[in-house]
């Protein structure tokens, strides 16, 4: 059974940055294709980035376009969501996400679509 481990969330100011981090139990991320998604009070959980298992394709929610990226370092099993230039609208508890996928060409933008889930780390954006 994969487990996802997440770090690095916290308080930061408008225009900060934060690098979450999430840690597989796995020897090799190859063939899973990873989801970020976020979840703010009395919202539902929304896609913020998603990648193939390739990283060959990768979805963006357009308010973080620009501002968010993704990395794997397979090496250390652990993901990446880099977070730039953050605004109060970025609040909420993120979530990484896996599925197991050998296509390699596919991202899956919803929450259902996921099989495997970090705990989640909360993310304030204040002044």
């Known amino acids: 059974q994969l487990q996802l481990v997440e770090s690095g969330g916290g308080l930061v100011q408008p225009g900060g940055s934060l690098r979450l981090s999430c840690a597989a139990s796995?020897?090799?991320?190859?063939?899973?294709?990873i989801g970020w998604f976020r979840q703010a009070p009395g919202k539902e959980r929304e896609g913020v980035l998603c990648?193939?298992?390739?990283?060959?394709?990768?979805y963006y929610l357009d308010s973080v376009k620009g501002r968010f990226t993704f990395s794997r370092d397979n090496a250390k099993n652990t993901v990446y969501l880099q977070m730039n230039s953050l605004k109060p609208e970025d609040t909420a508890v993120y979530y990484c996400?896996?599925?197991?996928?050998?296509?390699?060409?596919?991202?899956?933008?919803?929450?259902?679509?996921?099989?495997?889930w970090g705990q989640g780390s909360q993310v304030t954006v204040s002044s």
């Open positions: 990648s193939s298992s390739s990283d060959s394709s990768t």
């Open positions: 796995e020897f090799t991320l190859d063939h899973y294709a």
């Open positions: 996400a896996f599925r197991l996928d050998y296509s390699g060409d596919y991202y899956y933008p919803d929450w259902y679509d996921y099989d495997y």
